[in-house]
């Protein structure tokens, strides 16, 4: 049997182990010396600077003297160590400013084993072994990174660290996989990360997997799955998962049907009452249309695009509040506008809506009743400017 060793698991769940016996670091798992030994086993290898431990556990507390109370949990932690089932020693060193953990037993820290993963990721060349770094992060990051901590401004920093290197190397890897014809393993590995992440696109690769596993119908249930869900919430995805979204549609395969299966393909799977919300692809295919059918018969539109303002009426660079203020505008144009209408989402503070048939006279009356009504249900907070970028009259 080999030495024993500290393993440490920082995603999903904290848990520390020294063998099999369990470091608790006592009944409040959100304690200061708890979260001084959760800093240093993400860099176990290196050390932290002390400097840059008062920062991420004092600056946000009303501490008068932040250093005086890193030493008290230094000791504090020292002093957990000595009634632990670690072995007796020193553990806690601190040299020029760095605060190390000593290496006199092996540690494994799987979000240090994830951190070396991703930078070996980023330096390396060759696509067989960027991948395989790949899959190696992929079975080590098995949830969010200290989630019951989930209110520590450090957490959270590290969090969102963590998961953009999680995100760019499993973009990375479902891409390799596509090259590589290895649907299996794709449709295997997206499933974990939809299991994380669900309604953030990764859904997409699951499809492509799907279908290219001649699973069509899975395929197909799992597409409208994706559509009906950003039409009903207006989630927004970026520009490259759109055009993903847009490829992989125009790739899906439909075993034959009868011609009840196919008009029941075409209808609306949740209809809701007002304006059709659609995804910007299918906006754009309505939009093409029209134009074209301008060109040989009478048709007036209005294309507005409606912008959120604040409460001062400027536009909004707040995210937070756009996508607040976003839903309570999807409510409006479901409630207020005509079931022959059409809107999606252009951007956080931004939306589109096509207003089929309406004269140009019209239109103007239309953005300023968007306005009023928008203003009563957000209690006259906020607004919206609609502006005119296509009367629809012209060839």
């Known amino acids: 049997?080999?030495?024993?060793?500290?393993?440490?698991?920082?995603?999903?769940?904290?848990?520390?182990?020294?063998?099999d016996e369990v470091l608790t670091f006592g009944r409040q798992g959100d304690s200061k010396f708890g979260q001084l030994f959760q800093i240093l086993m993400t860099e176990p290898e290196q050390g932290v600077s002390k400097r840059n431990i008062v920062e991420v556990l004092y600056n946000w507390d009303k501490v008068g003297n932040p250093n005086a109370s890193l030493n008290n949990t230094i000791f504090r932690l020292r002093k957990y160590f000595e009634e632990s089932p670690l072995p007796s020693g020193e553990y806690l060193y601190l040299q020029a400013g760095i605060l190390?953990?000593?290496?006199?037993?092996?540690?494994?820290?799987?979000?240090?084993?994830?951190?070396?993963?991703?930078?070996?990721?980023?330096?390396?060349?060759?696509?067989?072994?960027?991948?395989?770094?790949?899959?190696?992060?992929?079975?080590?990051?098995?949830?969010?990174?200290?989630?019951?901590?989930?209110?520590?401004?450090?957490?959270?920093?590290?969090?969102?660290h963590y998961q953009k290197l999680y995100f760019e190397m499993m973009e990375y890897l479902f891409s390799f996989l596509v090259e590589r014809g290895d649907y299996r393993k794709l449709k295997r590995l997206s499933e974990r990360v939809i299991e994380l992440y669900p309604n953030e696109g990764w859904e997409i690769w699951q499809v492509d997997s799907l279908n290219a596993l001649n699973q069509y119908k899975e395929a197909k249930i799992l597409y409208q799955k994706i559509v009906t869900y950003i039409q009903k919430t207006g989630n927004f995805l970026s520009k490259e998962q759109r055009e993903h979204l847009q490829k992989t549609g125009s790739?899906?395969?439909?075993?034959?049907?009868?011609?009840?299966?196919?008009?029941?393909?075409?209808?609306?799977?949740?209809?809701?009452?007002?304006?059709?919300?659609?995804?910007?692809?299918?906006?754009?295919?309505?939009?093409?249309?029209?134009?074209?059918?301008?060109k040989r018969e009478k048709l007036s539109f209005g294309l507005l695009l409606c912008t959120i303002?604040?409460?001062?009426?400027?536009?909004?660079?707040?995210?937070?509040?756009?996508?607040?203020?976003?839903?309570?505008?999807?409510?409006?144009?479901?409630?207020?506008?005509?079931?022959?209408?059409?809107?999606?989402?252009?951007?956080?503070?931004?939306?589109?809506?096509?207003?089929?048939?309406?004269?140009?006279?019209?239109?103007?009356?239309?953005?300023?009743?968007?306005?009023?009504?928008?203003?009563?249900l957000c209690g006259g907070r906020g607004g919206i400017s609609c502006r005119l970028l296509e009367d629809g009259t012209g060839g």
């Open 1 to 19: 049997m080999g030495a024993k060793k500290l393993s440490v698991k920082l995603f999903g769940r904290f848990s520390a182990k020294y063998g």
């Open 100 to 160: 190390q953990f000593s290496r006199k037993i092996e540690i494994e820290s799987d979000a240090w084993e994830f951190e070396k993963a991703s930078r070996k990721f980023k330096e390396e060349s060759d696509k067989w072994k960027k991948a395989e770094l790949c899959e190696k992060a992929c079975d080590l990051y098995r949830g969010e990174f200290l989630p019951h901590l989930s209110n520590e401004q450090w957490v959270i920093d590290k969090g969102q």
């Open 251 to 294: 790739r899906l395969h439909f075993p034959e049907g009868t011609e009840e299966d196919i008009r029941e393909g075409l209808l609306e799977t949740i209809p809701c009452p007002g304006a059709y919300c659609c995804t910007l692809q299918g906006f754009s295919d309505c939009y093409r249309m029209l134009k074209r059918v301008m």
């Open 309 to 376: 303002l604040d409460s001062n009426g400027k536009s909004v660079n707040d995210q937070d509040y756009c996508k607040k203020q976003g839903e309570k505008l999807r409510e409006v144009f479901q409630k207020y506008l005509r079931l022959g209408d059409i809107y999606t989402k252009y951007c956080e503070s931004q939306y589109l809506l096509l207003c089929v048939g309406a004269d140009k006279e019209n239109i103007s009356e239309i953005g300023a009743r968007i306005d009023m009504d928008f203003r009563k």
